[in-house]
């Protein structure tokens, strides 16, 4: 595997200011684009609820009046949360590119709890749109208890696992998946979910283990943030940040009129994962991360990615479609210096390299030895051959965000990518060449033209993304530049995200542990 340097571009970008290493203060913006490489269009992202969408030389060509987690859609419609709090939200609003408000749906199911992510689909056996959404869904001790939970580990009082929730444009939930419905624990013979005699959860690669070492059941317990549809397969896939992805069966287990029988398959076998990567300890098929012995080195074990966010599907058309593309943010995995990488991952790979079609159990598919550069001071990984390309820096200080953020591969077979806490959008060549990069000026005290050194969420964005100058949202708009952001901002034509006071704790349903302060009152 090729890991490419992050670096800073030269030539036709003259001097590009330093950004993409370690600083103390930067110009905020855009900081260049090598015209020649970069992939021409317009790059949206939505942070202090409001979605910008910028041209190539940076400057505003349209806003709305949302800014979460921005989907744009292709009649230039954006799909957001209604309330600025990924972690935790009642609903969602679409707003046309006037900003009128012309979808609306809230979530009033008692114990359910919308979070993080969305995608809007069509639902090949409905001929309509529907629009799939994450929640956390309240268990309670006793549900726990008959599961199969230990009770030595309880009480379970306030536990949570996520689900998947299907809504139709009335609002009606026309499918549900539940992790639940899929726990397997090696425990309790009496109780339904046992593996049985002689077997462990290793058996069941396609369940969960309720009994995970050090993580009972609590509070947003697998703390699932991003999924995508795959419109060719029907397969749903969702990842937790604890890190694994999981791929599910939508189209084979949706039965179009009848929710309740779809819920029957949802909940059976037919439910079951098809493939999951990230940590094969999970269901005892590889090795955890550790503190060796001599407790001053670490393995980060058969785990490939920590903290991890945005998974996706590799669109069709584009380089590597079909291929699973994750943002591994680089968190909990026993590395000297914490690093984050953007994984492409062929989930079909068996252990000859061989595109078999089917998805392949990445215990099955096999690992090779990563060494990392002396200065680096991190020791050797075992990387799962179904990793096909990666995305990190030379220098280990230059590319970490430890929550949030996105990735995306182009057309020209370059991959934009966000850095969340940091606020830093670029985009890199297939061996790593930065050609276009753009640092967010929005920060709790509004637009700035500088930054100093700050804490980590001064600037964040959740995520990022490049459309083609000729998509379908963008036909017959008008896309003139209209300044920058900040340029805007001193003339008082954007609404600023205010600052809460010091020690104003974040607002009620901000759940995410991982994230304190940041632009946002609390986000992923």
């Given at each position: 595997m090729k890991l490419p340097n992050l670096l800073l571009l030269c030539g036709c970008l003259l001097a590009l200011p330093a950004s993409a290493y370690e600083r103390f203060g930067g110009p905020t913006e855009f900081l260049g684009c090598n015209k020649e490489k970069a992939f021409n269009g317009y790059t949206l992202f939505g942070v202090g609820s409001r979605t910008y969408l910028l041209d190539m030389d940076g400057r505003v060509v349209h806003t709305w009046p949302v800014g979460t987690n921005p989907h744009l859609l292709d009649n230039g419609n954006v799909l957001d949360a209604s309330k600025d709090d990924p972690s935790g939200f009642q609903g969602f609003k679409e707003v046309d590119w006037d900003g009128k408000t012309v979808w609306e749906y809230t979530e009033k199911r008692e114990g359910y709890a919308p979070h993080h992510d969305w995608v809007r689909i069509f639902n090949k056996k409905l001929n309509a749109p529907t629009t799939l959404y994450i929640a956390n869904k309240s268990i309670t001790h006793?549900?726990?208890?008959?599961?199969?939970?230990?009770?030595?580990?309880?009480?379970?009082?306030?536990?949570?696992?996520?689900?998947?929730?299907?809504?139709?444009?009335?609002?009606?939930?026309?499918?549900?998946?539940?992790?639940?419905?899929?726990?397997?624990?090696?425990?309790?013979?009496?109780?339904?979910?046992?593996?049985?005699?002689g077997k462990t959860v290793a058996d069941f690669p396609g369940r969960i283990n309720l009994n995970l070492p050090g993580r009972p059941l609590k509070r947003d317990w697998l703390h699932c943030n991003s999924m995508d549809y795959n419109a060719e397969s029907g397969h749903v896939v969702i990842n937790?940040?604890?890190?694994?992805?999981?791929?599910?069966?939508?189209?084979?287990?949706?039965?179009?009129?009848?929710?309740?029988?779809?819920?029957?398959?949802?909940?059976?076998?037919?439910?079951?994962?098809?493939?999951?990567?990230?940590?094969?300890?999970?269901?005892?098929q590889g090795d955890p991360p550790r503190v060796l012995e001599n407790w001053d080195n670490a393995t980060s074990g058969h785990k490939q990615m920590g903290g991890a966010h945005d998974v996706h599907w590799i669109r069709p058309g584009l380089p590597g479609a079909g291929h699973l593309m994750v943002f591994n943010n680089g968190q909990y995995l026993y590395q000297r210096t914490p690093q984050s990488s953007v994984l492409e991952i062929n989930p079909f790979?068996?252990?000859?390299?061989?595109?078999?079609?089917?998805?392949?159990?990445?215990?099955?598919?096999?690992?090779?030895?990563?060494?990392?550069?002396?200065?680096?001071?991190?020791?050797?990984?075992?990387?799962?051959?179904?990793?096909?390309?990666?995305?990190?820096?030379?220098?280990?200080?230059?590319?970490?965000?430890?929550?949030?953020s996105s990735a995306q591969r182009l057309p020209n077979g370059n991959t934009f990518v966000c850095s969340d806490t940091e606020g830093h959008f670029f985009e890199v060549t297939t061996d790593g060449k930065v050609v276009w990069e753009y640092i967010n000026p929005?920060?709790?005290?509004?637009?700035?033209?500088?930054?100093?050194?700050?804490?980590?969420?001064?600037?964040?964005?959740?995520?990022?993304?490049?459309?083609?100058?000729?998509?379908?949202?963008?036909?017959?708009?008008?896309?003139?530049?209209?300044?920058?952001?900040?340029?805007?901002?001193?003339?008082?034509?954007?609404?600023?995200?205010?600052?809460?006071?010091?020690?104003?704790?974040?607002?009620?349903?901000?759940?995410?542990?991982?994230?304190?302060?940041?632009?946002r009152k609390a986000r992923p």
């Open positions: 006793e549900q726990a208890i008959a599961a199969g939970a230990d009770p030595k580990k309880g009480p379970y009082e306030g536990g949570q696992m996520d689900t998947v929730v299907e809504v139709d444009m009335q609002g009606n939930v026309v499918w549900e998946w539940r992790f639940f419905d899929h726990v397997v624990q090696d425990l309790d013979a009496a109780k339904p979910n046992y593996a049985g005699q937790s940040v604890q890190g694994e992805l999981y791929v599910i069966d939508h189209d084979g287990t949706f039965v179009a009129g009848d929710p309740k029988a779809s819920l029957a398959k949802t909940a059976g076998p037919a439910g079951d994962f098809l493939y999951r990567f990230g940590d094969p300890a999970r269901y005892a790979l068996d252990a000859n390299g061989r595109d078999t079609g089917k998805y392949v159990n990445p215990p099955d598919a096999g690992y090779r030895r990563e060494n990392y550069d002396k200065d680096t001071h991190n020791s050797p990984r075992q990387i799962s051959k179904q990793v096909v390309w990666s995305f990190r820096s030379v220098n280990s200080h230059s590319f970490f965000s430890h929550i949030g929005i920060t709790r005290d509004g637009a700035v033209k500088t930054l100093g050194d700050v804490l980590p969420m001064a600037n964040s964005a959740f995520r990022a993304y490049r459309y083609a100058a000729d998509h379908p949202a963008f036909k017959g708009r008008d896309l003139t530049p209209k300044g920058t952001i900040t340029e805007r901002a001193a003339q008082g034509l954007d609404p600023q995200p205010k600052r809460r006071p010091p020690g104003d704790p974040p607002p009620a349903g901000g759940n995410d542990p991982e994230r304190r302060g940041g632009n």
